[in-house]
Structures are given as C-alpha cells and as structure tokens.
C-alpha cells in the first residue's frame, strides 16, 4: 500500500509512519515542519521505501504533483496546540483551509481513502458521563475543535459526493515519546525551573483520559484495516481518566522530587477553550476487536518517563 501522510514528522504523525514502514507499506511524508521535526523520521532517510516532502499542504499545485499515485491519505497535520487559538485564532482557518485543498487534491487525482486525526474537543462542554460517537449537538468551545468538527464536515461532505471513503477518530488526550507540549512537558519544565513549587493552571480537578501515542497509532490501523463504511467514526482513547493534580503527583514522583508544594491559578479551566471534564465511551471500536492496554494514569507515566529520558539524552 502506498500511504502519503500529511504532517507525518509530528508527534503522532512520525510514529503512524514508524508503524507503517514497519509493516512494509511505502510511505510519503509531506510536511511543512512548522510543528514537526526532521529528527522524529531521520531514521527512515536510507529507506526506498520512504520519501521526505517539505512543502505546505495550501500550495495546491505542489501537493497534487506529489499526492498523485497514492492508495491512502493519512491526513494528522495540524496546529497541534490547542491554547494557542485564543491568542491566535488563524491557526483555525489555515487548518481547515488545508483540509479542503487535500481533499480536492484526492478528488482531482482519484484518490478515494482518507483517514483523519480529529479529536475530543470537537464535543464541547459535556456532561460528565461516558461519550458516544452518536453525541450531539456538537458545539466546540476552542477554535482548534471548531477546526477539526469543520474538518470532519468537509470529509463527510466530499465522501458522500465524490465516493470517497473516511476513517475519522476524535482522540484522547495523547501523550508519549516525541511529544512537544501538554501538562507533562509543562509540568516537567516548570519543576526544572523550580522544585519547590509547581504551578497549575485552574482548580486541578480538571479531569479527562490520556491515550499512549504508539496505543493511538495502533488505533488508527485497527479501525482502518477492520471498519469498511463510507464514513467510519471512532472515538480513540481510555475508559479511565486523570485528573491535573494527579499527573503533577506522577510527574514529581518520577523526577524523584519531594516536598513539592503545589498552587493553583484559579477557576474550573485551564486556559480558554479548555474542557474541563471530559470522558470517552470507547465501545465501538471495542466491538471492533481492539482495545488499549494502558490505563490513563498508566499512559501519564510512561509518557512523563519518556520526556524525562529525552531531557537526560540531550543533555
């Protein structure tokens, strides 16, 4: 199979790549690296297998020269920062207006597969409780998941008109090897700087499910191998959930610190557009036959493990 995958040097793009070249697959990464980083593919350089493009997915021209001949479109770029849309809501529109330029790509070189890396926060405020994919209605309350629901929007339509085949999944919060922010990485910034005292933004109770990133990418392929509607939606993440204060507890354990004294900012959000209590129902995929084998406490660990190994490598 030949995959082209946008924003494949990113966080979970460059470990979807990793999984498909391990499966023998070809793969095309083309990404601009205004998030990503060349050293999360490097490892594939030598391979025929592989191919590197650093081009911008708006630049029409470019991106149907290159997507051309291709049997899948991984489509996981975007601003993966989810504040940052309060201080600078463009990021929203380029994003969307990358996905419509991809998908007139497909359409104008026959490409009839995508697979879209959406995410929780397309629900909104929710009620405290396990949701399905059936929610509704959905009303985002960040411009990054008022760019991912438009995002789905514009797959959904392109799918029922131009016979296309989607595979969107709203994920968890993802954590692991490679990542660049979240609480963890800010958690674990914040302690270098000062020991003492952690900061945490809002009231700490925020509480919601963490996802192993290389358990997404397992996900990811589950789903795409074993679902075959037109539009498959799933839900990606944990039935379990953990809350701020307790990933600062993880955080100050695994750095082997002690009488850490924590402080709160204030308020049930961390930030504006923040969800302050979110919980998947993760059954569909699960009749599916697949399931994850880290629990959100347990995938807060092993991410903060690998952030920490990164800062002790580099230094």
């Known amino acids: 199979m030949k995959c082209f995958v946008t924003g494949g040097a990113g966080f979970i793009g460059s470990h979807l790549v990793d999984s498909l070249i391990n499966q023998g697959h070809e793969v095309t990464v083309y990404d601009d690296l205004s998030s990503g980083k060349k050293e999360f593919i490097s490892h594939h350089f030598d391979n025929e297998r592989f191919l590197f493009i650093r081009a911008d997915l708006v630049n029409k021209k470019r991106l149907e020269k290159e997507i051309q001949g291709h049997d899948v479109v991984f489509h996981i770029a975007a601003n993966p920062d989810v504040r940052s849309g309060a201080d600078d809501p463009s990021s929203a529109e380029k994003d969307i207006r990358a996905t419509y330029t991809l998908l007139d790509a497909m359409r104008n070189t026959g490409i009839h597969k995508i697979v879209f890396s959406s995410s929780s926060v397309i629900y909104g405020e929710t009620p405290e409780k396990p949701l399905p994919e059936e929610y509704g209605p959905l009303l985002p309350i960040s411009v990054y998941g008022a760019a991912k629901l438009a995002s789905e929007g514009l797959i959904s339509s392109f799918s029922h008109t131009f016979d296309m085949q989607a595979w969107i999944y709203r994920f968890a919060n993802v954590v692991g090897i490679r990542g660049t922010h979240g609480v963890i ?64 507890e993880l955080v100050v354990e695994e750095m082997g610190l002690t009488d850490v004294s924590f ?13 302050p209590h979110f919980q998947f129902d993760i059954s569909k995929i699960g009749e599916l036959g697949w399931k994850p084998s880290l629990s959100s406490d347990e995938a807060v660990r092993r991410a903060t493990k690998d952030v920490l190994n990164r800062i002790l490598i580099n230094h």
Do not use: M
Request: proline residues 3%.
């Open 185 to 248: 990485v800010d958690f674990i910034n914040k302690l270098r700087n000062n020991p003492h005292e952690l900061e945490i933004l809002g009231d700490g109770k925020q509480k919601k499910p963490y996802l192993y990133v290389t358990e997404c990418v397992e996900g990811i392929l589950y789903g795409f191998n074993h679902a075959n509607e037109q539009i498959n939606v799933f839900n990606l993440g944990v039935d379990s959930t953990t809350e701020v204060t307790r990933i600062g």
């Open 263 to 275: 402080s709160y900012t204030g308020g049930k959000r961390g930030w504006k557009g923040d969800v």
